[in-house]
């Protein structure tokens, strides 16, 4: 997925997803919401550095709601896998 410097959507809702990670491949910070309310540099859930990885827990109750995303800058992109 191409970064964005406006809100995006990352994963549409699915409550049978088992799991998702994403790999931020881009120079820039990504700022992930969870839930339908739009993603941005100040309102968000967590954070990606550039370069990192994010891994959904999966132990308890896993989340398979609707996530947002923004980058700081729009440059690279990010791998995201849902399975």
Do not use: H, K
Not at 21 to 39: C, D, H, K, P, W
Not at 45 to 66: D, K, L, S
Request: charged share 10%; proline share 1%; aromatic share 14%.
């Amino acid at each position: 997925m191409a970064s964005a410097a406006a809100d995006t959507l990352i994963f549409a809702a699915n409550g049978g997803a088992g799991g998702r990670t994403i790999f931020n491949e881009s120079s820039a910070i990504l700022y992930l919401a969870f839930g339908t309310a739009a993603a941005s540099v100040t309102s968000y859930t967590t954070q990606i550095a550039a370069g990192a990885y994010y891994e959904f827990p999966t132990a308890g109750r896993f989340y398979g709601g609707e996530v947002r995303g923004i980058w700081a800058s729009a440059n690279g992109s990010a791998r995201c896998t849902e399975w």
